[in-house]
């Protein structure tokens, strides 16, 4: 079965850097579009970047120049290299992807930004 498994989230100071990974299995990873959402209490989730196969890649407007997705297709895994991070960045981040078909998700982990 489809599994995604995020981690690298946690406590990080306003400013400061993370890094998300999310290892997929049970997919054909380079063929799959990969994304990463997150969701604050109270908010509704967000997309906040993906990647498709063919390397295009999309941000949402609050992260652009702070945030870099990147895929590593021969450790079929999606990277989140989360800069300058703001507390409103915080929310549990989300592990996507898709392929003509359903999303599937991971389990998330959680990102806090706090001094």
């Known amino acids: 079965q489809v599994q995604l498994v995020e981690s690298g989230g946690g406590l990080v100071q306003p400013g400061g850097s993370l890094r998300l990974s999310c290892a997929a299995s049970g997919i054909t990873f380079s063929m799959y579009t990969m994304g990463w959402y997150r969701q604050a209490p109270g908010i509704q989730r967000e997309l906040v970047a993906r990647i498709t196969s063919a390397g295009t890649i999309n941000y949402t407007d609050s992260v652009k120049g702070r945030f870099t997705i990147s895929r590593d297709n021969a450790k079929n895994t999606v990277y989140l290299q989360m800069d300058s991070l703001k507390p409103e960045d915080a929310a549990v981040y989300y592990c996507?992807?898709?392929?003509?078909?359903?999303?599937?998700w991971g389990q998330g982990t959680r990102v806090t930004v706090s001094s």
């Open positions: 996507s992807a898709t392929f003509l078909g359903p999303l599937y």
